[in-house]
């Protein structure tokens, strides 16, 4: 065992030493402070959604909703196309315009959107059945997968209950808002359309029906170059109706 014996220090050189330990031990803990921060910064950065998105990796789930992009709902109509053509059963694809955001009363402020986007998506989601998609495709524009369908007109039924769960009065921070939705449709599946081309199709079929301000639903029955009378078929909002037929598919 081996003792060390102290050695007579002067007060300045003692003072020195203490100097010079404090100044290390202060440049320490600066370092450390500056790995942490510098760890904290870059550690999250590759959780940011933001930054997967501009590297290419969009989302399958919209953010707002929680409900299904673009990028799924062509996988998931893909499948129900697929199943549809074994069965011989029908699938429609219809997309949903979100319209006339307006308050009752013009005095009041603006609506929080968000939430009234969400409150809505749900709306679409329960007039569906389970086996039904429904997806967000931009800001107030939703597409919708029609599953196992007997016939075109089963189509129409479940486009009716969309629009009259869209037309429910909708109370947001004390503020009840009126809204209202258009849809264009088609029905397939038809030969040599890909989901890609039958969700252009409805979109464009939703475009065309702009322009009627009577016209809520038009939904398109038959693949056609262009959209005459008898390819498309056309239905007033079902509150316009005397008898709407609103019974569930089977």
């Known amino acids: 065992m081996a003792w060390i014996e102290a050695t007579p220090a002067d007060s300045g050189s003692l003072t020195e030493v203490l100097s010079v330990r404090l100044l290390v031990g202060w440049l320490g803990l600066f370092v450390a402070a500056g790995c942490a921060v510098v760890g904290l910064l870059s550690w999250p950065s590759s959780q940011d959604p933001t930054r997967r998105k501009h590297d290419g990796v969009p989302?399958?789930?919209?953010?707002?909703?929680?409900?299904?992009t673009r990028r799924l709902f062509l996988i998931l109509l893909k499948q129900?196309?697929?199943?549809?053509e074994t069965i011989k059963r029908h699938v429609a694809v219809?997309?949903?315009?979100?319209?006339?955001?307006?308050?009752?009363?013009?005095a009041s402020a603006a609506p929080n959107m968000t939430l009234v986007v969400r409150v809505q998506a749900a709306r679409i989601k329960s007039a569906l059945q389970s086996h039904d998609v429904v997806a967000r495709l931009d800001e107030y524009l939703f597409a919708v997968v029609v599953d196992n369908l007997a016939s075109p007109d089963e189509a129409r039924v479940c486009a009716e209950k969309i629009q009259s769960a869209i037309a429910l009065p909708l109370l947001v921070e004390g503020q009840e808002l009126l809204m209202s939705c258009r849809i264009g449709g088609v029905v397939g599946p038809q030969q040599g359309r890909t989901a890609e081309s039958l969700l252009d199709v409805a979109s464009d079929v939703l475009e065309n029906n702009r322009s009627h301000e009577e016209r809520r639903i038009l939904i398109m029955a038959v693949p056609q170059p262009c959209l005459g009378a008898s390819e498309v078929r056309s239905f007033p909002p079902a509150s316009d109706r005397h008898e709407a037929s609103l019974t569930s598919r089977s």
Do not use: M
């Not at 219809?94 to 013009?106: A, G, I, K, Y």
């Open 59 to 68: 989302s399958a789930y919209d953010g707002v909703t929680g409900l299904p």
């Open 94 to 106: 219809l997309v949903c315009s979100l319209e006339q955001f307006r308050p009752l009363s013009t």
């Open 80 to 84: 129900a196309l697929s199943r549809a």
